[in-house]
Structure formats: C-alpha cells, structure tokens
C-alpha cells in the first residue's frame, strides 16, 4: 500500500517499479475494468469488504495487500495455486471439490497458471501497440536497439495504452497515446435527495470498515481518498 500512488489526471493507481537487470522504471498502472474480473478497483473493494483478519496498520512495518505473498519463498507458485482452484475439472481444475467450488471461471485456458500471466500479457499488448510502448508495461530493455531508449523513462502517459489493454478496453490508434478509460463517480450519489458528501463519505467508512487500524493514506482527505471513492462507485 505504501507504494501506492493516484493520478489525477489519468484517473488510475500506478506503481513504480524498480527494475534490476535494466536499471530503469517500470510503471504498473491499474485503470477501471471493462468487467469486474479484471477491475483493480472493483477487486479492491471486494478486498475491504470482505477480507478476514485484516491487519492493524504500523507505520513501522510494511502494509501489503496481500501479505500471504510475502510470507512465501514462492510467490508465483502461491498466485498459481489460486489460479488452479478457479479452473474447472475439464479444463485441468481438481476433481476435489474446495471454497472455490462456486467460483469456477469457465473463460480459463486449459492448465491455466501464473506462468502464462507475464508471456500472456506481452503477447497480447504486442498485437495492439509498438514493442517500446508494451515494454513500459512488461519492463524489458530497449537499449540494444537504440540508445534513444537511454533516455525515455516510464510515464503514466506511456502506460496508458498498455494500461487500456490489460482492463480489456479496446485499444487506442495503433502507436498513439490517449486517455485510459474513466472510471465512475460519485456524482449520481450526491445528487440524491437529502445525500450530502458527509453521509457519503461515512457510508464508505462503514462499508470499507475504514476507521484508525487502518493505513491512513485511505482516509478522508488524504491522498489516495480518491481511489476509496472510484472502489465505491465501481
């Protein structure tokens, strides 16, 4: 969470990533989703409502989302694992039934698993876009072919078009930049009777039990508020 940044302009959560081999900067930007599967936002409000033994936040340690991914040696095969409890039996999923049972998603690839996510992704940013627009998104170095690339680091400009891709909007004019997709609002809300933005903003405090136990830059006024406010409205 600590990493966690809103832009207010191209209205998504982007993280910096620091990348070892290349020395240069990733972004991972998180627009609004065409569908609630692949919504950060809707995600992360699943996640607030609905997430068991949520930590109380210290300022002093780090704050992760998903904290179970960082209490393994394996991340990739713990994101694998989930994967696999969401496939159905004929597409590889297990014979035994789990919690995940009533969750099936029957889109999945057969023997889907978090191997293909990183291959998947460049794969199909690759059929809408030029290479060095995929690569702010996919992080690989474009050095060798020109050192031109020395010089261009990632923006949320550049991640835009890669951005659009990965929520499942069509895809901008081939090797253009534009706007990610919008995300909603507040704004039919408050336009309700007697509903003034103190209610409103209570009303996320209840349902996101967002109260001091948890990491402040959620509450009201601060800097990532906006983000509380687009997980609300999706």
Same mark, same amino acid.
């Given at each position: 969470v600590d990493s966690l940044q809103w832009d207010p302009h191209f209205q998504i959560v982007f993280v910096e990533v620091p990348q070892f081999k290349t020395h240069k900067i990733k972004i991972v930007a998180f627009a609004v989703g065409w569908h609630r599967h692949?919504?950060?936002?809707t995600d992360f409000a699943d996640h607030l409502i609905m997430a068991e033994n949520r930590r109380v936040y210290n300022p002093t340690q780090p704050n992760w989302i998903f904290p179970e991914l960082q209490t393994t040696n394996s991340p990739g095969t713990k994101v694998g694992s989930w994967i696999k409890k969401l496939l159905p039996e004929r597409h590889g999923g297990s014979k035994i039934k789990t919690e995940y049972e009533r969750h099936l998603i029957e889109d999945l690839p057969t023997a889907a698993s978090a191997g293909g996510l990183r291959p998947g992704a460049a794969n199909e940013l690759s059929e809408c876009m030029p290479a060095e627009f995929a !690569?702010? !998104?996919t992080g690989h170095d474009f050095k060798g072919f020109s050192s031109l690339f020395e010089y261009i680091d990632a923006t949320c400009a550049l991640a835009m078009p890669s951005a659009r891709i990965l929520a499942n909007w069509p895809a901008l004019p081939y090797?253009? #930049?534009g706007p990610g997709p919008t995300p909603p609002s507040l704004s039919p809300l408050r336009g309700l009777s007697g509903m003034t933005m103190d209610r #409103?903003? !209570? #009303?996320?405090d209840e349902l996101f039990r967002l109260d001091s136990a948890t990491p402040p830059r959620f509450q009201r006024g601060e800097d990532l508020r906006p983000v509380v406010h687009v997980a609300f409205a999706c």
């Open positions: 692949n919504c950060w936002f !690569a702010i !998104a090797g253009q #930049l #409103l903003e !209570a #009303l996320i």
